[in-house]
């Protein structure tokens, strides 16, 4: 696609349940980044993929947070037991392989209630 | 990552020159100054970066000084459509994620 897409753009769940957020890169971006911004606040970084190698997992709040990633197509950010405290816009980005300037999706707006 | 410095917020009048500061006090030489901005609802928006000379390019441009611990960049004629949030970020070239500090939030003003 044109851009990075994410999916979906609003989501509501109660305390407790898990939420599952979608990322769809540029095609051909190997590196991907989930970034986690809580209202009024800057980026967080998350997670990291560059194509097969390991996940830089260091952002990772709890063992809560998991993310998957294919190759280099699509991600998925995974919460489990989700807490008032994730309510946050979730933010994907990609890049191509060794290229510094991200594009980024329009996020995740996530709300546990 | 070097930490970035940058006041909370500033406005514009509208078809000015917006000049958006920020210190980087404690960069060190192998890192560049990349200014990203968040239009609200929108995720961040690369606009320019340099390591040392000064930069322009179709959206703003960039100074940074001769010691290279702060640099401003700039907007030349601001439009409403420029309000958002201004990120600058340092980050060394071996990197790859970005610290986002909370920014300069620019309101262009009618």
């Known amino acids: 696609g044109a851009g990075v897409s994410q999916s979906p753009s609003n989501k509501v769940t109660e305390k407790g349940k898990d939420v599952e957020l979608r990322c769809d890169p540029i095609?051909?971006?190997?590196?991907l980044y989930w970034y986690r911004q809580r209202l009024g606040q800057g980026l967080e970084f998350l997670i990291y993929?560059?194509?097969?190698?390991?996940?830089?997992k260091s952002g990772l709040p709890s063992d809560r947070f998991s993310a998957e990633r294919t190759g280099e197509s699509v991600s998925t950010l995974t919460i489990q037991r989700t807490q008032q405290e994730d309510s946050a816009v979730y933010l994907c980005?990609?890049?191509?392989?060794?290229?510094?300037?991200?594009?980024f999706g329009s996020g995740t707006r996530l709300t546990v209630v | 990552d070097a930490k970035t410095t940058q006041p909370p917020s500033m406005d514009c009048a509208e078809g000015r020159a917006a000049n958006l500061p920020c210190n980087h006090s404690?960069?060190?030489?192998?890192?560049?100054v990349y200014w990203y901005r968040q239009i609200h609802s929108q995720g961040p928006q690369y606009i320019i970066h340099?390591?040392?000379n000064n930069e322009t390019n179709e959206m703003a441009s960039l100074i940074i000084t001769e010691d290279r611990k702060s640099s401003t960049l700039i907007l030349p004629h601001a439009t409403l459509r420029d309000t958002a949030v201004y990120y600058c970020?340092?980050?060394?070239?071996?990197?790859?994620?970005?610290?986002f500090g909370t920014g300069t939030r620019l309101k262009v003003l009618a």
């Open positions: 993929f560059q194509g097969n190698s390991a996940p830089d």
């Open positions: 404690t960069i060190s030489g192998n890192e560049y």
């Open positions: 970020i340092v980050r060394g070239s071996g990197t790859y994620k970005y610290i």
């Open positions: 340099g390591l040392k």
């Open positions: 095609s051909g971006h190997t590196a």
């Open positions: 980005a990609s890049s191509p392989y060794l290229s510094t300037d991200y594009t």
